[in-house]
């Protein structure tokens, strides 16, 4: 058998255009990918904390940044990752126990996780902005 023979009778990997994008694997990118938003998110925080010794004058600048439509778009998407994250990470606890691993669990856990990220994001900003 010539080698052009074997490749050809191989399997071949499915691309995630063949996948059906269901809630738990939405859900598992999207841990991944909130995991590298925090990082920059604190970036951000970061340099707010270095423009506080930095003087008056920068911390007036990068506070009316994030005082900005735009900085409250930004940090209310940093307050959501972090929520999500760490519902997915109190989930991935639960799972390390052996618990919760069933399909229709599995499908529950992932919808309170993203349902209940949005749900704690809009209580934090209620309080944050009763509070400011």
Same mark, same amino acid.
């Given at each position: &058998? !010539?080698?052009?023979?074997?490749?050809?009778?191989?399997?071949?990997?499915?691309?995630?255009?063949? #996948?059906?994008? +269901?809630?738990?694997?939405?859900?598992?990118?999207?841990?991944?990918? =909130?995991? /590298?938003?925090? #990082?920059?998110? &604190?970036?951000?925080?970061? @340099? @707010?904390? /270095? !423009?506080?010794?930095?003087?008056?004058?920068?911390?007036?600048? /990068?506070?009316?940044?994030?005082? !900005?439509?735009?900085? #409250?778009?930004?940090?209310?998407?940093? =307050? *959501?990752?972090? &929520?999500?994250?760490?519902?997915?990470?109190?989930?991935?606890?639960?799972?390390? =126990?052996?618990?919760?691993?069933?399909?229709? =669990?599995?499908?529950?856990?992932?919808? /309170?996780?993203?349902?209940? !990220? +949005?749900?704690?994001?809009?209580?934090? *900003?209620?309080?944050?902005?009763?509070?400011?």
């Amino acid at each position: &058998m !010539s080698q052009s023979d074997v490749k050809a009778a191989r399997p071949l990997s499915p691309h995630l255009q063949i #996948y059906k994008p +269901i809630l738990t694997m939405v859900t598992s990118i999207l841990q991944r990918i =909130t995991g /590298v938003g925090l #990082y920059i998110g &604190m970036l951000l925080v970061a @340099w @707010w904390l /270095v !423009s506080i010794v930095t003087g008056p004058a920068y911390y007036d600048f /990068v506070a009316g940044l994030f005082g !900005s439509i735009l900085g #409250y778009l930004v940090l209310s998407g940093f =307050t *959501w990752a972090l &929520m999500f994250h760490l519902l997915g990470g109190l989930c991935h606890f639960l799972w390390d =126990t052996g618990r919760g691993m069933e399909k229709g =669990t599995l499908d529950k856990i992932a919808f /309170v996780n993203a349902a209940g !990220s +949005i749900a704690l994001t809009v209580v934090v *900003w209620i309080i944050a902005l009763a509070i400011a």
